[in-house]
Each structure stands twice: as C-alpha cells, then as structure tokens.
C-alpha cells in the first residue's frame, strides 16, 4: 500500500512543481494522504470549493484544524489523494489547472 500511496503522492507533486507553480502551491507533503493546497488566484466572491466541485475536484477548508478558525488563511485547503485512483490522478490534475487558470 506504501508504494501505491507513493506513487500519488509523487504524481500530484511532479505535476504541480511542473505545470501549476504560479497557480497554487503544495504543503505538508509529509502529513499522510493529503496535502495543503495554497491558492493564488482571487475567486472573488465565488466559493472556491464550489468551483472546484463543478470541475469535479473536492477540496475542503482547512479552518476547522485551526485553534482559531478565523485565523485560518481563505486561500488554503486541504486536497485529499487516496481515495482518487491512481489511473484518474492525471484528469483530476488537469481538472485542477483548469480551475486554477
């Protein structure tokens, strides 16, 4: 399972560090099966968990693990890979340029 995991961790990282640098950022590479997905594109007043839910990518807020949710920067969030298929990780990735352009 280990290596299965690995294989998708490093997907989404080689993709990001390739194609999405100036978009949106990854962190807490190290932190289990998800990542803290930094935005830097201004959705204004659109939710930018509804964007991303129209283009068929779930990310969720981060705030709820912050002692003082209020604290909690509006552009980050959490962006969960295991259950996404590994043969499905290069759609969603392109879903992700898409609606970070």
Known sequence: MRTHYQKKHDYI???FNENLTEQAS???SDAGLHFILTLQKDFGSND?????AENKVKIYP????????SD??????????????L???????EAIRTTTA
Not at 48 to 52: D, E, L, R, S, W
Not at 62 to 69: G, L
Not at 74 to 85: D, K, M, R, T
């Open 26 to 28: 990854l962190s807490g």
């Open 72 to 85: 909690c920067p509006v552009n980050q969030f959490l962006l969960g890979y295991g259950s996404i298929p």
């Open 48 to 52: 930018p968990i509804k964007v991303f």
């Open 13 to 15: 990282l080689n993709f």
């Open 87 to 93: 043969m499905e990780l290069p759609l969603a990735m």
């Open 62 to 69: 981060v705030s709820p693990f912050w002692a003082n949710p």
